[in-house]
């Protein structure tokens, strides 16, 4: 609302000082029409260029191109990095595919900050848990928290035709659900649980389900945090309120929104372990809205 009334001033002074210099210099004309029609067209043509609207066009077109060679790159290197030398290497492959995802944003002048990352144990399981605004993220929170070897909950679809994004996800410990099939979904959920309770990772969901168009959360649904707790009992549940995400998307997917910030908000994290689950899934959903802005 601030932001609506600043821009509302700026046009109220344009459109003044238009006019003013209208009724200066334009002889023998009717100032209304000058007023009306060419005061109008200056002052939105100068509200269009601040939103940054016409400005993004270039900066989507670079964005974009980087996003997609980063993807077209990185396949055949997660391919040998995965076949010829292991987990590891793969690992490191995807950080760095992470990273350069990631530094598309740069075109769009958005930055990306992660809040409280302190507060992510170590050497433990954990399950972070999210609002979704967009795909970014997923490339966020797969860079911000890599140190955490975090392995996503994606829908099927994703798992397939996508260059570099779908080779990890079939090979790099995530699971992929048929959201179509709820009964094909408890036995990966049961094992992404009992994998990241094994090797001390992490697994990210999105309990929402889907993105959100305007940043307001969704609600919330339990059953897939419920299955990932259930099997990995050592883990430690941390919420994340993601901010501004779905505003690079604001336009749609051409142009971009420009000039974001986007953050990461890392809440308290809960134990698993003796934490009652309604319980559990109430502090989660709680601090992840609450940290929300919309």
């Not at 292991?86 to 809040?115: C, M, P």
């Amino acid at each position: 609302m601030q932001i609506a009334a600043k821009i509302q001033k700026i046009k109220q002074k344009l459109c003044l000082s238009i006019q003013r210099i209208g009724q200066k210099t334009i002889k023998n004309k009717d100032p209304v029409f000058f007023h009306s029609t060419f005061c109008r067209i200056f002052v939105e043509i100068i509200y269009y260029v601040y939103s940054m609207k016409l400005l993004s066009y270039p900066f989507s077109i670079l964005t974009w191109l980087w996003f997609v060679l980063a993807i077209l790159i990185f396949h055949p290197v997660q391919w040998v990095c995965f076949r010829v030398f292991g987990y590891q290497a793969h690992k490191r492959s995807v950080d760095w595919l992470d990273f350069f995802l990631q530094s598309s944003l740069w075109f769009t002048f958005s930055k990306v900050q992660a809040i409280n990352i302190e507060r992510i144990p170590e050497n433990k399981p954990i399950i972070f848990v999210a609002n979704h605004q967009s795909i970014f993220d997923i490339v966020g929170m797969a860079w911000l928290f890599r140190k955490s070897h975090p392995k996503f909950v994606s829908k099927i679809e994703l798992g397939k035709n996508i260059p570099s994004v779908s080779y990890n996800l079939r090979n790099g410990g995530s699971v992929l659900i048929d959201r179509k099939d709820p009964k094909q979904a408890l036995p990966v959920l049961k094992q992404l649980g009992e994998y990241i309770n094994k090797y001390n990772r992490a697994a990210i969901i999105y309990p929402e389900g889907t993105r959100t168009r305007d940043g307001k959360p969704k609600e919330f649904a339990p059953n897939g945090l419920k299955i990932l707790c259930k099997y990995a009992p050592d883990a430690i549940v941390v919420p994340v309120s993601i901010n501004n995400s779905w505003k690079v998307f604001k336009y749609g997917n051409f142009p971009l929104g420009m000039g974001n910030n986007i953050t990461f908000t890392v809440h308290e994290p809960i134990p698993v372990k003796g934490t009652d689950y309604n319980l559990l899934f109430e502090q989660t959903e709680s601090r992840i809205v609450g940290g929300i802005k919309y």
